[in-house]
């Protein structure tokens, strides 16, 4: 499926900064996590059980538990909104999607997220809203003016949404604040063989592309890998619960972030040189099967190729550029690009092969690859089945 060029004229954009919160707003921070966990399963559980006797999908507002849970009224009454308003998109994309969505589950201190998200509200003209930025803070609701690290601010014309907070495992507070702005609409680039990428999914490359280039392997990242399996077994071999054990969990928590960090600056960067050159990138519809066997086999950059593509997408679309998706099942890797000859016998191991058709050499990813930004291009113009020459 081509995708035409987003020319929606609203655009979102978040900043993400660090929050240095005093032990008292930390302390209310923990309350609206632990608050807005416990709104959650009693709304779940009470939506369950109304439905199972009365066959009738129904979730109560906060206010309806604020009288059973008075410390519900000590957080942010607008942060139990957007718990509110989350459940029940949950439910809506669980009904109307139900192969890729799940069925809300309940949450726990251990394995979620601590974080809860606000809308901003704007009063009357001119009278402000309970979200904004002061100089070196934030102000939000019930918490007052956070100490907050402002590296980036948001220009004088975008419009404040949402403000989440965040607390990471290793325990620092984050704060996504998320802008809405208009962006003139961009004219859509005509993309040519010459001008188009096509990108093919490596294991040990993280993507070959039809030029036969692969990106620049991020040796640090296989670092920080190592030195992480060497601090877990460290860790193993710790006693449960003693103090080393805490400081070391505490390190690793750490180590975790910081790759974490890695990936997503190398994927920023690697998706922005992309879009900034070329015209069109063409890639294969991600086989979620496939992904989830090639993670198994443990490669550091697996997590980041979704994100990747994601990037890619949205660098490529604001500039008015085609991404385009090929079909999960078009044969990528065992169509020969000269001659369009379907090997179906090629070993799924072999690198380099010759193709018994032509008797054209193929390196196996850029072959992909070529096949992708060909089938791509004839998509987007649809023309499928006649080759097109540069
Ligand atoms: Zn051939």
Known sequence: MARKPDNKSVRNTTIKVRLDPTPAQAELFEKTFGCCRYLWNQMLA????????????????????????????????????????????????????????RHPTFKTKKRSKNSYTVYCQYYAAGKGSN???????????????VKARLYRKPLHWWMLKTATVTKTPSGKYFCSLMFAYAAKPVAPVQPTPKTTLGLNYSLSHFYVDSNGHTPDPPHWLAQSQKKLSAMQQKLCRMQCGSHNYEQQLRKIQRLHEHIANQRKDFVHKESRRIANVWDAVCVKETDLAAMARTIKLGNVLDAGYGKFRVCLQYKLEQQGKPYIVVDKYFPSAKACNRCGAVHDALAPDAKRWRC??????????????????????????????????A
Request: hydrophobic letters at 35%; aromatic letters at 12%; proline letters at 6%.
């Open 46 to 101: 009470d939506e369950e059980r109304f439905y199972n006797e009365t066959n009738v999908h129904f979730i109560p507002t906060p206010a309806k538990y604020k009288a059973g849970a008075p410390f519900l009224k000590e957080v942010d009454s607008g942060a139990l909104a957007t718990v509110h308003q989350n459940l029940r998109m949950a439910f809506q994309h669980f009904f109307d999607n139900p192969s890729a969505y």
């Open 131 to 145: 979200i904004y930025l002061t100089e070196n803070g934030i102000r939000l609701p019930k918490v007052g003016v």
């Open 356 to 389: 018994p058709a032509c008797g054209a050499v193929h390196d196996r990813g850029r072959n992909a690859a070529e096949n992708l930004r060909d089938q791509g291009l004839a998509q987007y113009y649809g023309t499928e089945g006649q080759r097109i020459s």
